[in-house]
């Protein structure tokens, strides 16, 4: 049978892939927000406690409820799977029991399940690391250079934060099929002790690097795109980070340069303009 799973690319989609469907679900589940997944949480359980008073209501037999009545039989049913126990509904006829005695069961077994899936939703760190929307290269000490622009959002230190980039282009095999590639890029400066604020990557473009004599149409042609991702320790939490960003061909501006947000004022202070991060500035090659 064919079937698809979502792959975190938007573009990709997987065909045959093997089903897992408790993994994907909490891999889903994880990946939410936590207010969806809170949503999540409290539907279901609203869900199953309208599933048991429809049981409640069919078959009847708890003491107190007025007849027909979907609010007792409502309420009831919350009241077993919560284990308040009021006193004022209970249980008795048999299959009353019996259908309270499963409730309790499957209250204890769903708040178990929805305490973890909460704590480790709850407990996870993540980045909050943000990228510019277009890479640039320009002439830097005399050399042209790939320049990407990373942020740190979190007033916090990235302890031992290490960047990565990737080159992936289509090529022509010697057979003549056609192959997706990937380059690693050598950087003038690959890590950061406390990365805080602003970080600038930086790719030298020399006669070995695979951009070398490389133009902006032919990157297009080439459908390459540029990769970076850059892991670390979140000071606070001490738990590992990460954040990853994809450039593609279009969104790399040879003769650009990305635009200075630092402003020296008289009295000392250092102003960081945030709303020039995504601004580029033409700076022609020589």
């Not at 078959?59 to 308040?84: C, K, L, Y």
């Not at 042609?221 to 970076?228: H, L, S």
């Amino acid at each position: 049978m064919r079937f698809q799973i979502p792959s975190p690319e938007p573009d990709i989609v997987i065909i045959g892939g093997r089903r897992a469907p408790f993994r994907d679900f909490y891999h889903r589940f994880l990946r939410l927000s936590f207010t969806s997944a809170f949503g999540l949480i409290v539907t279901a359980i609203t869900a199953i406690n309208l599933l048991f008073s429809m049981f409640y209501l069919s078959f009847g037999g708890i003491a107190n409820a007025q007849p027909g009545s979907f609010i007792d039989a409502f309420s009831f049913s919350v009241q077993t799977m919560a284990t308040i126990g009021y006193g004022a509904m209970y249980p008795e006829s048999p299959v009353a029991k019996l259908v309270s005695d499963v409730e309790a069961i499957a209250g204890l077994m769903v708040t178990a399940l929805s305490t973890g899936l909460l704590f480790t939703k709850f407990s996870q760190t993540r980045a909050t690391l943000i990228f510019a929307s277009r890479a640039v290269i320009c002439i830097h000490d005399g050399y042209p250079t790939l320049v990407l622009r990373i942020g740190n959002e979190r007033a916090n230190l990235i302890v031992e934060a290490k960047a990565r980039v990737v080159l992936t282009r289509t090529e022509r095999t010697a057979e003549g099929r056609h192959f997706y590639r990937m380059y690693d890029l050598n950087l003038m400066r690959d890590h950061s002790i406390s990365f805080t604020g602003i970080w600038q990557v930086m790719h030298r473009i020399t006669a070995d690097s695979p951009l070398f004599d490389l133009t902006a149409e032919a990157l297009v042609e080439q459908e390459a795109e540029i990769a970076c991702a850059v892991v670390g320790i979140d000071d606070t939490s001490l738990q590992p980070i990460h954040g990853r960003k994809v450039w593609s061909g279009t969104n790399i501006l040879f003769g650009h340069r990305l635009a200075d947000m630092l402003e020296p004022r008289p009295d000392g202070t250092l102003h960081v303009h945030l709303a020039k991060f995504d601004e580029v500035e033409p700076d022609p090659f020589p």
